[in-house]
């Protein structure tokens, strides 16, 4: 029997909507990204309380928004939820949970589909535990790199990250602080699939910063310039 031919072609459109879900889902690295709460809020014009790195998020570098019917749900996160605040905060809206239920929704529905953060409990667990374990704070501490009013020269920021871990991180800047200087914004650092570091690339990965009332502006951090001083602020 031949199949009608509406049929055969909602089959087909079927097929090929499958196959560019599995691409798009089908990431090979996951990128822990930190941001500086002091350049963070005078881009946004808020208010921080946080003298360290922040989690931005846990982005698999493919993907965004996979299931869009996977709910975020904050009671599933109860037994983490002061680890969270602490150290994933939204800046904008410290009593909101809704930079999680956004980082969840465009990043967790894709990291799902790895069994180690298959559940929304994992994805932030593990990138509570990543973030924990890479003390970026610590790490840049070490190297004599703090907040100050003094300038930075940018190959010493990333030396001192790349040597420390073994893996050449991505590290962006705001670049219209009218000083003419950059400010130390985010520092991404990349992970195979397995968890073990890998060297970032410099690519853009297509993963909006969740700024003011709208939720998919695109962050005006950008990868820092390596022939200009970098300005690492001090909290307000």
Not at 30 to 48: A, N, Y
Request: with cysteine.
């Amino acid at each position: 029997m031949r199949l009608p031919c509406v049929l055969l072609l909602c089959l087909g459109a079927a097929t090929v909507s499958a196959a560019f879900v599995l691409s798009q889902t089908n990431w090979t690295k996951l990128i822990l990204t930190h941001h500086w709460p002091t350049t963070f809020c005078e881009m946004e014009h808020c208010h921080s309380k946080f003298n360290y790195w922040t989690l931005h998020g846990l982005w698999p570098n493919k993907g965004l928004t996979c299931n869009s019917s996977w709910a975020f749900n904050s009671s599933l996160i109860q037994d983490i939820v002061e680890d969270m605040r602490k150290s994933w905060p939204d800046l904008l809206h410290p009593s909101s949970t809704g930079f999680w239920k956004y980082e969840w929704q465009k990043h967790g529905t894709c990291a799902a589909i790895a069994p180690d953060l298959n559940s929304q409990h994992k994805y932030f667990s593990k990138a509570l535990e990543l973030y924990h374990k890479m003390d970026l704070s610590s790490v840049l501490k070490k190297f004599n790199i703090t907040p100050s009013e003094r300038f930075y020269k940018f190959p010493a920021i990333e030396s001192a990250i790349e040597n420390f871990y073994g893996a050449k991180p991505k590290i962006q800047c705001d670049h219209h602080t009218g000083n003419g200087a950059q400010s130390l914004g985010q520092v991404e650092i990349c992970f195979h699939s397995n968890f073990t570091l890998l060297d970032c690339d410099k690519e853009t990965v297509g993963v909006g910063l969740r700024v003011g009332k709208g939720r998919a502006r695109f962050s005006d951090f950008r990868v820092c310039d390596t022939d200009k001083p970098v300005y690492y602020p001090p909290p307000n």
